[in-house]
């Protein structure tokens, strides 16, 4: 099929890379000339394990192309909306701005019988609106079809997705012919855009639209509670003595439970998960659902309050963090991405540095778009250089590398052997057989020795 991609973020640059491997031919549209250069020569212009070889293998056979004029959409049958929907400047809402501009921006290009659908997460009674943006183009359909791509294995989430959604006017009955249960409409056009997925088996649902438009939201607004709830208890863990990684784990035993997501430590960040939660929590204020307005409050207070505790620690293990040198591995809101929006690890360094320590920061990738926004921090790419002199060490993005640290070696490197672990995924016996103090978050450690810290 001829396929266009309106936004080439992180979802466009993905969704189109994936659409050219099934063997359709993609345009990606973007209003950024220096993305679409970088796209155009097969380089993601942000850090994505395994898309560049998907770009380049796109170029290569002909299939994958991006432009800055939307009239290259023009020939296609199936177009993707795929902008950035940030959270308000003036509220917890979405800003539904770039979304609004890039509809109207294609709706003069669209071909008699052309199908829209929306892959942005966005809220309920977006589509309605929508609507009313398309009425003079009664020729063309409207569908939605919720994202569910995951940083760092965006790809693969493309490739070997968990199920397919699809939102169309009328919901599930209106989907399907009633004489011959073949679908129809924007159904029949996802089913043939998707036609390698759905015959390796990957489940298909259709709803109605506002189910569409929710169902991201909310499987965000569930995932941050599992991890909200944990963080909650690694509290309640350091408060009674216990420790939040075997309370985790036989919780996670529970199959009405499950262990995903269930892991104490300093939160969530990213571009995504939180402004997700907030806009959904938006939502329900204005559908004066109070219970899910008041339980999205807690969700991200509770997260923003993780921060809060791995500063005190950290204050706690330094006695005083003024002039203290501190050490952060890593920048990025989450191992394997670049990304350092809402990052709860940068977060945490510019407090320590508020408080007057003298903080060095280092991360695999995302220093090139950390430097210039935190001026009062200092960046290393080496892991080794950064160690070099630290009277305390934060590991704040639970990097492989950093995972590997050997605890000898890191302890030749650093004036004081004193760790906090604020992703629980250190070997903390191991580390401590080195003379390492270790702290992490809700979980048991021995006694620092204060004297040597004063």
């Known amino acids: 099929m001829r396929i266009s991609v309106i936004g080439c973020g992180y979802l466009g640059a993905v969704h189109a890379a994936t659409l050219a491997s099934m063997g359709h031919a993609v345009v990606g549209i973007d209003v950024d000339a220096a993305k679409v250069d970088h796209l155009s020569r097969g380089l993601a212009p942000f850090f994505e394990p395994g898309l560049d070889e998907l770009l380049r293998d796109g170029q290569a056979t002909g299939r994958l192309t991006f432009s800055t004029d939307f009239a290259d959409a023009a020939r296609a049958q199936v177009h993707f909306l795929c902008v950035g929907t940030p959270q308000s400047k003036t509220s917890d809402g979405a800003d539904l701005t770039f979304l609004v501009t890039a509809t109207k921006a294609l709706l003069p290009h669209l071909a008699r019988g052309a199908v829209v659908v929306g892959k942005s997460t966005v809220p309920v009674g977006t589509v309605d609106m929508l609507r009313g943006i398309m009425a003079r ?131 969530f960040g990213g571009g995504c998960l939180p402004k997700d939660i907030r806009s959904f929590r938006s939502q329900a204020e204005a559908l004066k659902v109070g219970s899910v307005d008041e339980w999205m409050g807690v969700v991200d207070a509770v997260n923003l309050g993780q921060r809060s505790r791995t500063v005190e620690l950290a204050r706690e293990l330094c006695g005083n963090l003024a002039g203290r040198t501190v050490t952060v591995l890593g920048a990025a809101f989450k191992p394997d991405t670049d990304d350092i929006r809402d990052s709860p690890a940068l977060d945490v360094a510019a407090q320590l540095a508020a408080a007057g320590a003298h903080v060095t920061v280092t991360d695999p990738k995302a220093i090139n778009s950390a430097w210039m926004r935190y001026p009062q921090l200092r960046f290393e790419v080496s892991t080794q250089r950064a160690l070099e002199g630290a009277e305390l060490v934060l590991l704040l993005t639970e990097w492989e590398e950093y995972r590997r640290l050997c605890p000898a070696v890191a302890g030749g490197l650093v004036r004081r052997r004193v760790v906090l672990d604020a992703r629980n995924v250190l070997d903390t016996a191991a580390w401590q057989a080195e003379g390492w103090v270790v702290r992490g978050l809700g979980r048991q450690s021995l006694p620092h020795p204060a004297a040597a810290l004063m």
């Open 137 to 267: 183009r009664a020729d063309v359909l409207l569908g939605w079809n919720p994202e569910f791509l995951r940083q760092g294995t965006a790809v693969k989430d493309s490739l070997v997705p968990d199920r397919l959604v699809y939102g169309v006017a009328g919901g599930r009955a209106a989907a399907f012919d009633p004489a011959t249960r073949a679908p129809r409409g924007v159904t029949a056009a996802l089913d043939a855009v998707y036609e390698p997925l759905l015959t390796a088996g990957i489940p298909r649902l259709v709803s109605n639209f506002a189910t569409a438009e929710l169902i991201k939201s909310a499987a965000n607004a569930y995932l941050a509670t599992k991890v909200s709830f944990i963080n909650a208890m690694s509290e309640l863990c350091d408060a009674a003595g216990a420790d939040v990684t075997e309370l985790s784990e036989a919780m996670g035993l529970d199959p009405r439970i499950g262990s995903r997501y269930l892991h104490a430590g300093l939160g």
